[in-house]
């Protein structure tokens, strides 16, 4: 973890995250960015079909999810995954607003800017809930 000065309280963090994008660059600084603060990055893969088979076999907490995927569209993925019951972050280097009602009524937990990725941006998603504490 980071410390007693670091910003994000790791008790209530959502602390098992796989991270799914199709450009490598992003997931190799989304798995940098997301370690140095303390959270467990249990994978990081490209496409649509990878995710749901990570998800199944790592048992993230929470599915970092880019909207526009290469091998197929994300918001249906998200949906797979909460049919799973896995719960889903998306995100997106475009506004939220470009995908008009599609992030909430494909059950995402919430909608992330790629420049705005952070543990703490992460975890506000979280913040009322009592069932991530981490032991």
């Keep these: 973890m980071c410390g007693a000065a670091c910003p994000v309280d790791h008790r209530r963090m959502p602390f098992r995250v796989l991270v799914v994008d199709d450009v490598a660059a992003f997931r190799d600084l ?4 997301l370690a140095s603060a303390g959270v467990q990055v ?3 893969v490209g496409t649509g079909v990878e ?4 998800a199944r076999a790592d048992r993230p907490d929470v599915v970092l999810l880019d909207v526009q995927l290469t091998d197929t569209d994300g918001f249906a993925v998200c949906r797979a995954l909460r049919a799973e019951g896995f719960e889903v972050v998306l995100c997106s280097v475009r506004d939220e607003r470009d995908f008009a009602g599609e992030v909430a009524e494909c059950g995402a ?9 952070s543990a703490a941006a992460l975890l506000r998603f979280f ?8 032991g």
């Design 42 to 44: 249990v994978g990081v």
């Design 109 to 117: 937990r919430g909608f992330l800017p790629k420049h705005q990725l």
């Design 30 to 33: 989304a798995r940098r960015l």
């Design 127 to 134: 913040a009322g809930d009592r069932g991530n504490e981490i």
């Design 51 to 54: 995710a749901v088979a990570a």
